[in-house]
Every structure is written in C-alpha cells, then in structure tokens.
C-alpha cells in the first residue's frame, strides 16, 4: 500500500448526512493527516469546481445525487483541463455492472461500492487513498477498478 501519512486534501459529495457522518469518521480513524470540504449535490459540487483556483488531492463522488448526479459530474469534470490529474472515486450503495462499465470508460479513477460496516468502510477508503496517491494516478485494469473491503 502507498503511503498515508502526508496530507491529503479530500472532496466529499454526497447527500446523505448520516453518509456523510460516517465518512469523516472513517477517515478518522484511518489517522490520515488531511482535510475533508464536503458538498452536497451536483449544483454545489461544479459550483465549488467553478470557483476554485487550486483543487483537492482526491474527489470522491456520490453516484446518485440531486439535482446533479454522479455521472453527469464526472463526464463534466474529465473535460476540465485543471482537473485532468485528479482521482475521482465514485461510490454507491448499488452496483450495476453497465453504470460501472460507464463510469470507468467516463475516466473514474476507482468505483466504490458503499459498505454497510463501519470497519469495511474505513477500509475501503484507506484503499481509495492509498491507490490514488501522487505516485500512482493512471486508471487500472477494468478488473482492478471496483473497491471492496
């Protein structure tokens, strides 16, 4: 596994509080030096996009949202030039095998299926985080692309 110890500047999107709750929990106790901006719909997230002049280290994308969903950020998103170095880890409770084919020809870095564990989840993350740090920032294999604990 890279390295987690430096810091990792860390977008959240997503809509679900109690998501959104665990996920800074999870990142907590993975004891990763680091700072987590959350947004949470699509609108927010290209708006945030829009204004910013650096970005984040890592984006990680709720696959449905309101207003603005997942795939619809993403394919917005790849045609930034200022993005184009920045992993996208989309996630969802669901997993359909044509939306995840989709969403890596879109260029997502990873697909992360949300866990129903706490400990699973840290996990799953801790993965996220390792496998999108600077030294390894090219998509996988389509069979690498699916994160699981």
């Known amino acids: 596994m890279a390295d987690l110890l430096h810091s990792r500047e860390i977008l959240l999107a997503d809509d679900d509080k109690d998501d959104i709750l665990l996920f800074h929990e999870a990142f907590e106790q993975l004891l990763v030096p680091g700072k987590i901006t959350t947004v949470h719909n699509g609108e927010e997230l290209m708006q945030l996009i829009d204004n910013e002049k650096s970005f984040h280290d890592i984006l990680f994308l709720d696959l449905n949202m309101p207003l603005k969903n997942g795939l619809d950020c993403l394919s917005a998103i790849k045609k930034l030039k200022k993005l184009q170095p920045v992993p996208v ?50 998509q996988p294999s389509r069979d690498k692309f699916v994160l699981s604990s």
């Open 89 to 138: 880890v989309i996630f969802s409770t669901s997993y359909e095998v044509a939306i995840v084919n989709q969403l890596y020809a879109n260029g997502a870095q990873y697909y992360m299926r949300k866990p129903n564990d706490f400990t699973a989840l840290a996990i799953v993350i801790g993965q996220a985080l390792a496998l999108t740090s600077a030294t390894m920032l090219s």
